[in-house]
């Protein structure tokens, strides 16, 4: 079986699934698609176009204080194929980034945190959030944090 998205959490533990090998086909560089949906979501949070759109649909006028790219911070969790393209364009944006990964990485342009011990100082250098972390059990726990006392 072949799969050339992302989402394929929801059939690998389908009970019905054949016992045969599993691949995901990625273009080398990961999906532009992505990278460009992901891109153009981190330019309209840091432009802050949701505020802007509530204030015409109440048709007031909206200033706000201009944030320069290079203030802004976006932090990639997972940081496969995916996770570097969308961070190497939003940095040629001038949007500094920060990836979480589960593979350790070479130092390069981007500076990354490894493993689910290191998401506490990963999200302290991040003020966009962008999610391109599998669906598993693993990842499951990022986003679910037990009640507080």
């Known amino acids: 079986m072949f799969s ?3 989402g394929v959490e929801s059939f690998i533990d389908h009970p019905k699934l054949p016992k045969v090998p599993l691949c995901k086909v990625e273009p080398p560089g990961g ?4 990278t460009e949906y992901v ?7 840091h432009r802050d176009m949701p505020g802007y759109q509530a204030a015409q649909a109440r048709k007031e006028w909206r200033r706000t204080t201009i944030v320069r790219p290079e203030q802004r911070r976006v932090g990639f969790l997972g940081f496969g194929m995916s996770g570097e393209s969308a961070g190497a364009r939003a940095e040629v944006a001038r949007v500094q980034s920060v990836g979480l990964g589960a593979q350790p990485r070479d130092e390069g342009d ?5 493993g689910a011990d290191q998401l506490e100082p990963f999200l302290q250098q991040t003020d966009i959030a962008v999610c391109l972390l599998p669906l598993t059990r693993e990842t ?3 986003f679910v944090r037990a009640p507080s006392p």
Request: aromatic letters at 10%; proline letters at 9%; hydrophobic letters at 50%.
């Open 4 to 6: 050339r998205s992302a």
């Open 31 to 34: 999906d532009p698609m992505m």
């Open 39 to 45: 891109v153009m979501h981190v330019l309209r949070l």
């Open 110 to 114: 981007i500076p990354v945190y490894q």
């Open 140 to 142: 499951e726990a990022y």
